[in-house]
């Protein structure tokens, strides 16, 4: 049985979206249902699946959000702390 296109979708493509983004949807299952209806963007997050489950999913995109920026800050800090201290940064 062909996956049927969620309600929620149309809009978004009625008005020229080429892809769905589910943001918040991490269940595998689901989204594996939704990819096979068309094209999605799923945001990374430490609670979604792997990067690896979501292109064998059929995910289109992976977007990252600000979640890249944020562990570059963490670490830019953590060097900043150790210079701050007289440690070795690296």
């Given at each position: 049985m062909a996956a049927r296109r969620p309600p929620w979708?149309?809009?978004g493509r009625?008005?020229?979206a080429d892809c769905v983004y589910p943001i918040g949807l991490y269940d595998l299952a689901a989204i594996r249902e939704l990819a096979q209806v068309g094209p999605i963007n799923?945001?990374?997050t430490p609670t979604a699946?792997?990067?690896t489950d979501l292109a064998e999913a059929g995910v289109a995109r992976i977007s990252f959000g600000s979640g890249l920026h944020t562990a570059a800050q963490a670490y830019l800090a953590?060097?900043?702390q150790r210079i701050a201290t007289?440690?070795?940064p690296y």
């Open positions: 979708s149309r809009p009625a008005a020229g799923v945001l990374f699946p792997s990067l953590s060097l900043l007289n440690t070795r």
